[in-house]
């Protein structure tokens, strides 16, 4: 015979609920891994702040009415950039073909940012992204995709298929 209804709903309310302690005690497993590290971030936020501080100072010294007003946090190994990681090289490319001619990488970085929508790019977005830029063409010049006439600024443009 088979198990009443009764039974069988409140099998799966155990299910259930011993699915969400296990959950719980693995939220609970991270929280606590989390509050071990606060001693160790605590001493590395104090470290930060000297070595803030000390580098205004050394500005400071030179410049006296220097404040940090203008400077935004940037954080480290984090892309950086306002194009999609992968787009920025595809989209340079594009932009050669359809140029015709050739072309300086920050106008080439200009143009990429303008095809992302970015069409009064800051100077710090126009330097990231000229870099990223001009990394993918020297990678692409080596792969025979573009070409360059090698002066600085060096003027790029991208190799037809039949060369």
């Known amino acids: 015979m088979g198990k009443s209804n009764r039974t069988a709903a409140l099998e799966r309310k155990i299910e259930l609920l011993l699915g969400e302690r296990e959950q719980k005690m693995e939220e609970i497993e991270a929280a606590?891994?989390?509050?071990?590290?606060?001693?160790?971030?605590?001493?590395?936020?104090?470290?930060?702040?000297?070595?803030?501080?000390?580098?205004?100072?050394?500005?400071?010294?030179?410049q006296p009415a220097w404040t940090r007003d203008h400077i935004k946090p940037s954080r480290p190994f984090v892309h950086k950039i306002p194009v999609r990681i992968g787009n920025c090289s595809r989209t340079a490319l594009d932009v050669l073909r359809l140029a015709g001619e050739p072309m300086r990488v920050r106008d080439i970085a200009i143009a990429v940012l303008a095809r992302e929508g970015i069409t009064d790019p800051d100077k710090g977005n126009i330097i990231k992204v000229s870099n990223t830029v001009g990394n993918a063409l020297k990678k692409k010049l080596k792969d025979g995709y573009v070409a360059t006439d090698g002066a600085w600024p060096g003027s790029w443009w991208a190799v037809p298929a039949s060369e």
């Not at 070595?51 to 010294?61: F, H, M």
Request: aromatic content about 0%; hydrophobic content about 40%; some cysteine.
């Open 32 to 62: 606590e891994r989390l509050i071990a590290q606060l001693p160790e971030l605590r001493g590395r936020l104090g470290e930060i702040d000297k070595l803030v501080t000390a580098c205004e100072d050394v500005i400071r010294s030179d």
